[in-house]
């Protein structure tokens, strides 16, 4: 689609504006891709297919933000007022006013041509939590939030009220937090084979089997290193998690090793919680689960993502629904119930009736969390590079309100969600818990309440200044090998990691 930024009295940077743009126009019509024509903005859209103008036209009380919007042969605009004062205002708040107006300008627009609302609305980002989140934090009802998501943003009543539910979990979280404490991720970016939607860094451990073992090695230095500027700084680590890939994918002796380290060094002693995901029941054995039981971790995941044995083989899982059942049967004599599992809604081949199946295996071995997810087509996916394809939005639509209704009705409550960009029908992500049973990393991770600390391959250590909501990224090399390469630049990341932190106190 062609884009045009444009004003006739305004001196705006439209560079800057570029991404929020970008943004709506991904949310309204995924297919298409910006350009940016050099010749300047027609005074119509004749001649043109797909095409927008955005206007900015400052009055002498009102400033207007136009998106003149033509699609398919069809046109329609979307306006959207702020009082001209606005526009001299310090620079980012200039920014939100300008991007808030655009995105609300280029969505009537664009829903006006598509005959339907989104159920997100106009958000775009992947945490809408953040918005009622503070909102109540100002002072707020939880009515007022959620009207607040309805008015301003267009988001659909089902939805703003998931927002909000999931925000006051948020709070709940929050109020238990302390500047001495850091959340914890370590990242084992193996996999017993690659499912055909993942793009994560993960690898093929078969492929890759030269690498696990000096991985495990580094990771355990990693892991000493960062125990001792923590201790040396008062820091401590207040919820724990070990992600991937697939974590079990390591043996048994080597998850041995990295939770040894991890005890041995790492100030674990007021850790609240400790997951390891278990991802695959391919990869779960007595004697990995008896490893874990023995360091005191008290919650794993259990990943089936369907219940369908034709839909595993779809994606490339090399298991079946009764090795999942197998799996969980072992996890309950050493976990109970507290265990998670991921379903994902949408893969291909699935239908709702096959999702409905799912739910009630699923339901039927009562794990403590169901993590319901919307498949997202992401680039470097094998899914994507094939030209496959996820179910219509409708589908998904009819699969996640059935997931809604059988976890309501089985005394679940949602606490915490996320979006990602490719989704399907612009859905989401929602993490649902039975009573007590919520797991906190989640929510300081999603919702950015807490500092993480991340160690290991691909890890990206995200530093909170909650004051200024200011968020500072450190990126571990991305992939194995150069992970393995470069422990000096690893190493001053954590030392930068552990004075941020110390200088919050």
Request: proline share 6%; with cysteine; glycine share 8%.
């Amino acid at each position: 689609m062609k884009i045009w930024l444009t004003s006739d009295n305004v001196n705006w940077d439209t560079w800057r504006y570029r991404y929020p743009t970008e943004q709506m126009l991904l949310t309204l019509f995924p297919d298409e891709r910006p350009e940016y024509p050099e010749d300047p903005a027609p005074t119509a859209l004749d001649g043109e297919r797909n095409a927008v103008i955005i206007t900015l036209h400052r009055g002498k009380k009102l400033t207007n933000l136009i998106a003149l919007l033509l699609r398919g042969g069809r046109w329609n605009n979307g306006v959207v007022r702020f009082p001209s004062d606005r526009l001299d205002e310090p620079d980012e708040q200039v920014y939100h006013t300008v991007s808030h107006a655009l995105k609300q300008a280029f969505y009537k627009a664009g829903t006006a041509l598509l005959g339907h609302d989104l159920p997100w609305g106009s958000l775009t980002g992947v945490r809408p939590v953040k918005l009622p989140t503070r909102a109540m934090l100002a002072g707020k009802t939880a009515k007022q939030a959620q009207r607040e998501l309805e008015q301003d943003y267009h988001v659909s009543a089902p939805r703003a009220a998931l927002a909000v539910e999931c925000a006051q979990a948020a709070l709940d979280v929050g109020r238990g937090l302390s500047r001495d404490g850091m959340a914890l991720y370590l990242g084992v970016p193996f996999c017993p084979t690659r499912c055909a939607y993942c793009s994560f860094i993960s690898a093929d451990v078969k492929g890759s089997l030269a690498l696990v073992e000096p991985y495990v090695d580094t990771l355990c230095r990693e892991i000493e290193l960062a125990g001792t500027l923590l201790r040396e700084r008062g820091l401590r680590i207040s919820f724990a998690y070990m992600g991937g890939g697939t974590p079990t994918t390591l043996s048994a002796e080597q998850l041995n090793r990295v939770l040894t380290a991890v005890e041995r060094f790492l100030p674990m002693e007021g850790c609240g919680e400790f997951t390891v995901e278990a991802g695959r029941p391919d990869t779960i054995t007595a004697d990995k689960l008896n490893v874990l039981h023995a360091h005191g971790i008290q919650r794993i995941s259990i990943n089936p993502q369907t219940m369908e044995d034709g839909v595993l083989k779809a994606i490339g899982r090399a298991h079946t629904a009764a090795q999942i059942e197998q799996a969980m049967a072992l996890a309950g004599e050493r976990f109970g119930g507290l265990v998670n599992m991921d379903l994902i809604a949408g893969l291909p081949t699935d239908t709702p009736e096959g999702f409905g199946r799912t739910l009630d295996r699923v339901l039927a071995m009562a794990p403590a969390n169901v993590t319901v997810h919307t498949l997202a087509l992401k680039k470097g996916s094998r899914l994507t590079e094939e030209g496959g394809a996820a179910c219509p939005p409708e589908t998904v639509e009819a699969m996640l309100t059935l997931a809604s209704q059988r976890l309501r009705g089985a005394g679940y409550a949602p606490y915490y969600l996320y979006r990602q960009k490719y989704m399907s029908g612009s859905f989401e992500n929602v993490g649902w818990a039975q009573p007590g049973a919520v797991c906190a990393y989640n929510i300081v991770m999603m919702e950015e309440l807490q500092s993480v600390l991340s160690l290991g391959a691909g890890g990206i250590t995200k530093l909170v200044e909650p004051d200024r909501r200011k968020i500072v990224r450190l990126n571990n090399p991305k992939y194995a090998k150069e992970y393995l390469d470069r422990w000096e630049d690893v190493a001053a990341d954590k030392r930068a990691a552990a004075d941020f932190q110390a200088g919050l106190l």
